[in-house]
């Protein structure tokens, strides 16, 4: 026969303590890990960009280089903004065309606005102010450490 507790239903104050103990034994846990995701997120789009960014700067001025696109004396064959990526340029050749780099500039990640850093080739390649000349690198305007303990703005 087996032994049932009459007129005794539901849960004891001790299973709900217990029960509440251990949920937020858990939650302590998933916290951090939800928090380090969402950086390693943002450290792979900040990567993209970059990437994406400095892609089409190496294609400009490769095609500056093989005089496709019309660039002034001694200069060095990079953009002048980066808009111009997305403007496009007219190639030389037989058959003209516009050429366009990027359809829009990536935002940076790790920053509010969203804004790049931006070095010349005439500036000092740790440089932090930008020449104006031209614009031959970008990089993040963020001064926090990656996960891998690297800055941002040396990537």
């Not at 846990?29 to 892609?55: A, D, W």
């Not at 993040?140 to 690297?150: E, F, I, V």
Request: glycine letters at 8%; one cysteine or more; proline letters at 5%.
């Amino acid at each position: 026969m087996a032994c049932r507790r009459l007129g005794r239903e539901g849960v004891t104050f001790i299973e709900l303590m217990v029960t509440m103990v251990i949920l937020s034994i858990l939650a302590m846990g998933i916290l951090p890990l939800s928090q380090v995701t969402q950086k390693r997120i943002k450290e792979l789009e900040l990567r993209r960009n970059l990437r994406i960014i400095r892609k089409a700067l190496d294609e400009y001025k490769k095609l500056a280089d093989e005089g496709k696109i019309e660039t002034e004396p001694f200069s060095s064959g990079y953009p002048k903004t980066l808009e111009v990526l997305v403007e496009g340029v007219d190639l030389k050749g037989p058959v003209q065309f516009k050429k366009k780099f990027l359809r829009r500039i990536p935002k940076d990640p790790m920053t509010e606005d969203g804004e790049w850093g931006l070095r010349s080739y005439f500036d000092d390649p740790d440089s932090e102010t930008w020449g104006g000349q031209d614009v031959y690198d970008v990089y993040s305007k963020s001064d926090k450490q990656a996960l891998d303990g690297s800055y941002y703005r040396d990537w």
